[in-house]
């Protein structure tokens, strides 16, 4: 059992800001959720850095259609692959389909000097922490 007082909550570097294009394909990468092998997307949407589970809030899967392509045709709407719930990429929250209402799990990024990294939660952490 880990010890949760170990746990590093320290910022993890994640990727050069360049790598995040404006509604371009995002990142995937791996992380733990709840200690189990899962997997998180950050992509850049209206100029801002943003990172989220990659699981739906519907049925728990991933949401990309392609590896690291999560938007619709019109780069507007993270849309998911199997039932099509619609989130607002700004802040995850489901617009419209069989989960309206609900949210993807967001992770906190921060962008610094070029450079973008995330914190881990009690919840979420890296995948090579043991
Ligand atoms: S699993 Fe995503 S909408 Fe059903």
């Given amino acids: 059992m880990r010890d949760v007082n170990a746990t590093p909550f320290v910022q993890q ?10 509604r371009g394909t995002a990142l995937v990468f791996d992380v733990t959720l709840w200690g189990q092998p899962a997997r998180a997307f950050a992509m850049r949407f209206d100029g801002r850095a943003v990172a989220y589970m ?24 993270i849309v998911c692959s199997l039932h099509g719930a619609t989130y607002e990429p ?4 489901c617009i419209a389909g069989p989960c309206r209402g609900e949210r993807l799990m967001a992770l906190d990024l921060v962008e610094r000097d070029g ?16």
Avoid: M
């Fill in 13 to 22: 570097p994640l990727c050069a800001s360049d790598a995040l294009v404006e």
């Fill in 54 to 77: 990659n699981r739906c809030a519907h049925v728990p899967t991933e949401l990309d259609w392609q590896p690291g392509e999560f938007l619709d045709h019109d780069k507007r709407w």
């Fill in 90 to 93: 700004s802040d995850g929250h």
């Fill in 115 to 130: 450079q973008v990294s995330w914190y881990p939660t009690p919840d979420i952490q890296p995948l090579s922490f043991d």
